[in-house]
C-alpha cells in the first residue's frame, strides 16, 4: 500500500517565498532518493492560510523506511536542512505518516 508521510507547517507570512522555494529543493531530493512524488499544499479553508503541508508518497512502508534511511545519511539533505533552521521561515505543527488503503 502507498504511504504518505505529510508535515504541517506554520509559515511566516512575509516568507511564504522562501518556504516555497526550501520545499522545491526538499522535493527534488526526496524525488532523487526515492520518493514517488511529493506534494505541498496551501490551506485555502479549515485552517490559517500561512499553513501548508508538504506531502512524499512513497509505495510502501518499506520504502518510506529506505528513504529515511537514505536521508539520515545524505550531506545534501544535511545541508539543506542547516540552511533552512539558520533563519526558519516556519515550524512544524503536526507530522503523521498515512496509508493509503485503496492503492
Known amino acids: 500500500m502507498k504511504v504518505f508521510h505529510g508535515t504541517t507547517w506554520n509559515v511566516e507570512p ?9 520545499c522545491a529543493k ?9 520518493a ?3 506534494r505541498l499544499m496551501s490551506t485555502i479553508a479549515g485552517g490559517p492560510q500561512t499553513q501548508f503541508m508538504y506531502v512524499m508518497v512513497v509505495e510502501s ?5 529506505s528513504l529515511m534511511k537514505t536521508l539520515n545519511n545524505s550531506a545534501e539533505w ?3 536542512n542547516k540552511e533552512f533552521f539558520a ?13 493509503d488503503i485503496f492503492s
Open 36 to 38: 514517488e512524488d511529493v
Open 78 to 80: 544535511s545541508a539543506l
Open 87 to 99: 533563519d526558519p521561515c516556519g515550524e512544524v505543527v503536526n507530522a503523521s505518516l498515512r496509508q
Open 61 to 65: 512502508e518499506e520504502a518510506f523506511g
Open 26 to 34: 526538499a522535493a527534488e531530493l526526496h524525488k532523487s532518493l526515492g
Open 14 to 22: 512575509n516568507r511564504m517565498g522562501d518556504f516555497i522555494k526550501y
